[in-house]
T-cell receptor, first 115, second 112 residues
Framework: AQSVTQLGSHVSVSEGALVLLRCNYS??????LFWYVQYPNQGLQLLLK??????LVKGINGFEAEFKKSETSFHLTKPSAHMSDAAEYFC?????????????FGKGTHLIIQP | EPEVTQTPSHQVTQMGQEVILRCVPI?????FYWYRQILGQKVEFLVS????????KSEIFDDQFSVERPDGSNFTLKIRSTKLEDSAMYFC??????????FGPGTRLTVT
């Protein structure tokens, strides 16, 4: 079984400050990991993915995440927050063996950007 | 850029009624999924579909749910006898080779 824990249901940062959203996973087999963003009243948009290639993954909108197997973590970062980054962010895991498996999501982190 | 579409965007139904939620996956994708998100909760996997049959399903996906790919483009989720607790946002997703899934905008189902 696999699971995802996102620390902090709400994270507030000032515009221009570093964004750090935490995600820890558990998986009995090598995982694939994803970050999705959900803007108000919209669907889930794929931000970035880790699929066992480079451990530092770059995504859209200036976000990146680093896979750390020893820490079972996949934290999402952005050097400088913009007001437009305000949204709900979900970390998700799937094990690498099954193409038809469903994603297991964390509970989400609501990112608030202070002007 | 190709995208997953879903209709309707909002469906209101009475308890006990049947509803069909529709999705058009990205055209060259082979894997299809349904998820739901109850208000304020996390996104939960319901079912995956590949090669014209269900591949995986969660414990949520009981006998009141069914999925179908009636033609080459649509993918549907049917809820046979809706309950109040079925009120949620339902997301369809598709994937070309599995794993990397692209989501539609969702259908908000309200059961009264």
């Amino acid at each position: 079984a696999q699971s995802v824990t996102q620390l902090g249901s709400h994270v507030s940062v000032s515009e221009g400050a570093l964004v750090l959203l935490r995600c820890n996973y558990s998986s009995s087999v090598p995982p694939y990991l994803f970050w999705y963003v959900q803007y108000p009243n919209q669907g889930l948009q794929l931000l970035l993915k880790y699929t066992s290639a480079a451990t530092l993954v770059k995504g859209i909108n200036g976000f990146e995440a680093e896979f750390k197997k020893s820490e079972t973590s996949f934290h999402l970062t952005k050097p400088s927050a913009h007001m437009s980054d305000a949204a709900e962010y979900f970390c998700a895991v799937i094990h690498s063996g099954g193409g038809a498996d469903g994603l297991t999501f964390g509970k989400g982190t609501h990112l608030i950007i202070q002007p | 850029e190709p995208e997953v579409t879903q209709t309707p965007s909002h469906q209101v139904t009475q308890m006990g009624q049947e509803v069909i939620l529709r999705c058009v996956p990205i055209s060259n994708h082979l894997y299809f999924y349904w998820y739901r998100q109850i208000l304020g909760q996390k996104v939960e996997f319901l079912v995956s579909f590949y090669n014209n049959e269900i591949s995986e399903k969660s414990e949520i996906f009981d006998d009141q749910f069914s999925v179908e790919r009636p033609d080459g483009s649509n993918f549907t989720l049917k809820i046979r006898s809706t309950k109040l607790e079925d009120s949620a946002m339902y997301f369809c997703a598709s994937s070309e080779r599995g794993h990397e899934q692209y989501f539609g905008p969702g259908t908000r189902l309200t059961v009264t």
